[in-house]
């Protein structure tokens, strides 16, 4: 069967099973990254490098936000456009946006490289905190091109039914990183520096393997120089479909860098090393969830351009359930074992346990909900609404819950800047629940609206038929 048209034929349980298996552990081995580098830098330089990559952060996801821009924006006109099938048409996407992955990636480290102290002293570094942001955020800043090709271009393998290719490129990347992490950090004693130098060879090595696949000539898009010269019509296809995406991860960023200076005004630099490890935990634990996401999201693009509705219903019902599973789970672990999780970051200093037991306990609280928000505001994305997506993926990260960290801390001091997160979380989830309804009314009407069309267009079949047995 044909990679792509299997999004159309394929039974739909065991195509998500297909696409989000490799799509999750492509994902939590993606959220090894930041994690392995907190888990090694608290354990071998100690909490003050830990606050240094959590203020940093907030840069790191600017740089993923314009990858997720182009990659996810143009991997949802490509899938559309495939089961279209426009296949030309979506070689030409494909190549506009290697393109812009490479200029925007490059134009974002010069940018930070040449701003980096009044940028990290914005973000909240205090003078203790800030030789330590600054050591790990120049390098990671130097190697922004190969995450960003890596992580971009990564989504196409996906959309082309290569699930496990992609899952490789980010398993190899995570892999090499564990493997130099302890290497430059406690062997070689680079500390913040040697991190950062695991991170982007590891991201060299990803991006590598992704262009050795799109060159290898086994790759349904190919690389081919007339597509990667920039057309506008298909720049803004791009940046429409990938406005939601880039806009929660902007607002994720805006939102960190919010809760970083309020974490400093009322905690200090523990509070920060503290939620940057509570963070972390919950990356991990959301982190299957994104992989549901990206592993649903060719089904329900292709399905929807071919106009099945009930296998994208179907798809969308399924996603949520296996999203709204792993999240209990993920749940479940932190109300049973806080203290253990929080050690794994540093098992020395006490201060930063019990901040981080307290903290993970709160933040957390309603976690169960998050899967079927986040899949929910995924789905419009994947059906071309754009806007839709952002809203609701902005009523969580900028609509309640930057208005919740401005406001709670001013009455409840350390206490608020930690519960504005789940205040968020219960909020958004009613709001995104009250979209999905209207929207499922909608796809069964259009389900409906085609079974009519299919009937008329057999019975004129059929009595094109008469007509030639009335003749004979």
Known sequence: MDKSKQLGEMKVSKLLIKFSIPAIIGMLVNALYNVVDRIFIG??????????????????????????????????????????????????????????????SLSLSIIGIVFLNP?????????????????????????????SIGMGMNNFIRSEGNPKIAMYTMLIGALINTILDPIFIFWFKWGMQGAALATIISQAVSAIWVFKYFLSGNSLLKLHKKDIKLKINVIRGILALG???????????????????????????????????????????????????????????????????????????????????????????????????????????????????????????????????????NYFQAVGKPKHSALLGLSRQVIILIPALMILPKFFGLIGVISAGPLADIFSTVLTGIFIFFEMKKLDEHHKSTIVSDIGEIKKELYGVDNIVEEL
């Open 119 to 147: 940028l990290l002293k914005l973000l909240g570094a205090s003078a203790q905190i800030l030789p330590y942001a600054k050591d790990y955020l120049k390098i990671i800043l130097i190697g922004g091109v190969f995450q």
């Open 43 to 104: 354990n071998g330089v100690g909490s003050l490098g830990i606050a240094g990559i959590t203020i940093a952060f907030p840069v790191m996801l600017v740089m993923m936000a314009f990858s997720m821009l182009i990659g996810i924006g143009a991997n949802s006109l490509v899938s559309i456009r495939l089961g279209q099938n426009r296949k030309e048409e979506a070689q030409g996407i494909f190549g506009n946006a290697v393109s812009l992955l490479i200029l925007s």
């Open 243 to 377: 406005a939601a995406p880039f806009a929660m991860q902007i607002a994720a960023s805006i939102q960190n860098f919010i809760m970083n200076t309020s974490l400093a005004t009322y905690g200090g630099d523990i509070a920060i090393s503290g939620m940057g490890v509570v963070i972390s935990i919950m990356t991990l634990m959301v982190m299957p969830i994104f992989g549901i996401t990206q592993g649903v999201q060719p089904i329900i693009g292709y399905n929807y351009g071919a106009k099945k509705y009930n296998r994208v219903k179907e798809a969308y019902k399924l996603a949520v359930l296996f999203a709204t599973s792993i999240v209990i789970i993920g749940w479940i672990i932190t109300r049973v074992f806080p203290e253990q999780l929080v050690s794994m970051f540093n098992s020395k200093d006490t201060e930063l346990i019990a901040f981080g037991t307290m903290a993970i306990k709160r933040f957390m609280i309603f976690l169960p909900f998050i899967g079927f928000q986040i899949v929910s505001s």
